[in-house]
Structures are given as structure tokens and as C-alpha cells.
T-cell receptor, first 113, second 111 residues
Framework: AAGVIQSPRHLIKEKRETATLKCYPIPRHDTVYWYQQGPGQDPQFLISFYEKMQSDKGSIPDRFSAQQFSDYHSELNMSSLELGDSALYFC????????????FGQGTRLTVV | AQRVTQPEKLLSVFKGAPVELKCNYSYSGSPELFWYVQYSRQRLQLLLRHISRESIKGFTADLNKGETSFHLKKPFAQEEDSAMYYCALMGSGGSNYKLTFGKGTLLTVNP
């Protein structure tokens, strides 16, 4: 069965560069969540989308933006990268606006050097 | 390879009954384990992590390395505990950490 796909799996960027992370939800899932987890830290909720509209916002820096497209995939855009942005970014998808179980991607490991 | 297994997809109990959500893991090193909860239509929330050894909302979980388990327990379930619960494992290894989730257990607490 298809799962949540994230790309790329690994990404290395320099400070002040930009990065775009992609999340492809399970087919027919309309809700996407983004989380950030730094080394040794708890996951932090960043933002979520339902039916292509932002549904909830967490601790997402102003340097980051995200959107959900017509095919329900989502992209997290990160600009002016800082060393502290190095983390695992994972997304999850669910259907019915988040009322059903969520499925998680494998994550994108971003390293800022 | 690291793997997390939650053998019960659904768990239904009555209010006031004890509840145990099972989680077994497979990992060759020293893992860090978490329990997350997701209430209907809400974001995923961290419930507890094994290294903090704290009790959140009456829930506790003990890491049993011998049985490679991290079961979540609560002595008296409440209706507001009804939610999806996910067990997750983070492997160690410097910058090569990876977070793996179980499939989740839907807990329903009946009045």
C-alpha cells in the first residue's frame, strides 16, 4: 500500500541558503501535518493543512512557509537557513480533516553547515 | 533496522477501567522511545518520553529492554482519553537519527 512519501530523504545546505521539502500524502488524504525534531529534542508541530487551506499553525519560524497544492501534496519552504534548522522534518497525512488515524513519512533529514 | 509494533489497532474499554496500550520495538542500539496522542481533528501531541520518566494525564510507560517493550498504561481510563495513540522510536547514532512510528492504536473509552 502507498505510504506517505517525503523527498528528499537527506539534504545538506549552507547557512543562508533555501530549502524545499516535499510531502506526498496517502491518496485521498486531505490533511497534512509538518513536524520538526532536532537532535535529542521533542518533535515540534509546525503547521497543518486541510483541503489546501492552513488549518493550524505551531512554532513555525517566519523564515519558513508552506502550502498544500491541488493534488494535496505539501511543500515546506525554508529560507535564510540557520545552523539550528538542522533537524528531522517529518510529515503526516490523514483523511476527513484529521479525524482518522495519521500516517507518517520517513522524514527528511536536513543538515545546515 | 528499527521497527515499532503496536499489535492492537483498536482498544475499547469502559470508563474507570485500566488500560494498557502495547508497544514493542526492534532496535540494535539504545533507543529513545515516545508516546504520542492525537485527538480527533487535532495535531499530534507528545504524551511522554521514556527518559523523562514522568506521568502525563495519568499515563505512564516503562521501557523494558529485556522484552523490548514500552507499553502505555493508565489505571483508570477517562472518556477524554479516547484518541489515537502512537508509539515512536528514535535511534541513536549522532546525526543519523531516524524517527519510526508504530501504526497507532485507537483507544475508545466508553461511559
Amino acid at each position: 500500500a502507498a505510504g506517505v512519501i517525503q523527498s528528499p530523504r537527506h539534504l545538506i545546505k549552507e547557512k543562508r541558503e533555501t530549502a524545499t521539502l516535499k510531502c506526498y500524502p496517502i491518496p485521498r488524504h486531505d490533511t497534512v501535518y509538518w513536524y520538526q525534531q532536532g537532535p535529542g529534542q521533542d518533535p515540534q508541530f509546525l503547521i497543518s493543512f486541510y483541503e489546501k487551506m492552513q488549518s493550524d499553525k505551531g512554532s513555525i519560524p517566519d523564515r519558513f512557509s508552506a502550502q498544500q497544492f491541488s493534488d494535496y501534496h505539501s511543500e515546506l519552504n525554508m529560507s535564510s537557513l540557520e545552523l539550528g534548522d538542522s533537524a528531522l522534518y517529518f510529515c503526516a497525512s490523514s483523511s476527513a480533516g484529521g479525524s482518522t488515524e495519521a500516517f507518517f513519512g520517513q522524514g527528511t533529514r536536513l543538515t545546515v553547515v | 533496522a528499527q521497527r515499532v509494533t503496536q499489535p492492537e489497532k483498536l482498544l475499547s474499554v469502559f470508563k474507570g477501567a485500566p488500560v494498557e496500550l502495547k508497544c514493542n520495538y526492534s532496535y540494535s542500539g539504545s533507543p529513545e522511545l515516545f508516546w504520542y496522542v492525537q485527538y480527533s481533528r487535532q495535531r499530534l501531541q507528545l504524551l511522554l518520553r521514556h527518559i523523562s520518566r514522568e506521568s502525563i494525564k495519568g499515563f505512564t510507560a516503562d521501557l523494558n529492554k529485556g522484552e523490548t517493550s514500552f507499553h502505555l498504561k493508565k489505571p483508570f481510563a477517562q472518556e477524554e482519553d479516547s484518541a489515537m495513540y502512537y508509539c515512536a522510536l528514535m535511534g541513536s547514532g549522532g546525526s543519523n537519527y531516524k524517527l519510526t512510528f508504530g501504526k497507532g492504536t485507537l483507544l475508545t473509552v466508553n461511559p
